[in-house]
C-alpha cells in the first residue's frame, strides 16, 4: 500500500525541496491571511515551479471568495484545491464545476457527530481530510499541531480517499496509520523548527516514518463512495 505524504504550509525553496528529495507526494500552499504560513500567489507560484515535476501542489483556502480562487488558481495552477473552512456541498460542488480541479475537504473532528457530518460532501468531494477540532477561540482552522482521538473514524463507513492530519509526526505517524488506515497523511507543525519554517531534517523523518508504516504493512483500509 502506499500513503500519500501532505507536506502542508511550504514557505521556503529549502523546506520544499526536502519534501521533494524525501519523496513525499503533495506540497500545500497556505492563502489565509491569519496563517504564520500564509503566502502570496506569486512567491508560491516562484516556488511550485521549481518542484512541480516532482511533488502535486495544493492549494490551500479557508472560505475564499472567489475572486482570491480565481487569482489562486490562475496564478498557481495547482492540482487540487484544499478547502479548509465551513464549505457547504454546494459551495464544493461550484467550486469543482468553476475550476475542475479535485477537491480536498477538511473537517476538524472533535466527536462522533463530526465524523458523521462527512457524509453529506459524499460525491462532491475527492479527499476528506481529517484535522483536529480547533478551539472556538483559535487563530486559525488549520495547522495547530493538535491531535484528536483517531478511534473515532471507525464510523465512518464507505468513504473517498482520507487524509488524516493533526498533530502527527515521525513519533506518532505510524500508530496513527495502523489506527485509522488512511490512504494518506498531512503534516505541517510537526515538521517545522518554528511556526512557518519548515525543518528538512523533521521532514526527512517525517517520510521514512510513513514509509516505515507501510512497509510494516499497515492495512489501509478501503474506500467506495
Ligand atoms: O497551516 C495553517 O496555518 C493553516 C491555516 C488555516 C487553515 C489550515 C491550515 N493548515 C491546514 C493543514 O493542512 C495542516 O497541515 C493540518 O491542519 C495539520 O496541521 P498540524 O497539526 O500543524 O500538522
Known sequence: MHVDIKICGMTEAAGLRAACD??????????????PRNIG???????????????????????????????????????????HGQETPERCVELRRRHKLPLIKAFGIGDAGDVDAIRGYHGVIDRILVDAKPPKDAERPGGL???????????LG???????????????????????GPDGVDVSS?????PG?????????????????????????????
Open 190 to 194: 510537526g515538521v517545522e523548527s518554528a
Open 22 to 35: 524525501a519523496g513525499a507526494d503533495l506540497a500545500g500552499f497556505v492563502f489565509f491571511s491569519r496563517s
Open 41 to 83: 500567489v506569486a512567491s508560491a507560484a516562484g516556488l511550485a515551479a521549481t518542484a512541480r515535476e516532482r511533488i502535486g501542489i495544493v492549494a490551500l483556502l479557508v472560505d475564499a471568495p472567489d475572486d482570491l480562487v480565481d487569482a489562486v488558481v490562475e496564478g498557481l495552477a495547482p492540482d487540487f484545491l484544499q478547502l
Open 145 to 155: 499541531g493538535r491531535s484528536f482521538d483517531w478511534s473515532l473514524l471507525d464510523r
Open 197 to 225: 519554517r519548515k525543518d528538512p531534517v523533521r521532514i526527512r523523518e517525517f517520510v521514512a516514518a510513513v514509509r516505515a508504516a507501510e512497509a510494516a504493512g499497515a492495512p489501509a483500509k478501503e474506500f467506495e463512495e
Open 158 to 180: 464507505a468513504h473517498p480517499p482520507l487524509m488524516l492530519s493533526g498533530g502527527l509526526d515521525a513519533g506518532n505517524v505510524g500508530e496513527a496509520i495502523a489506527i485509522a
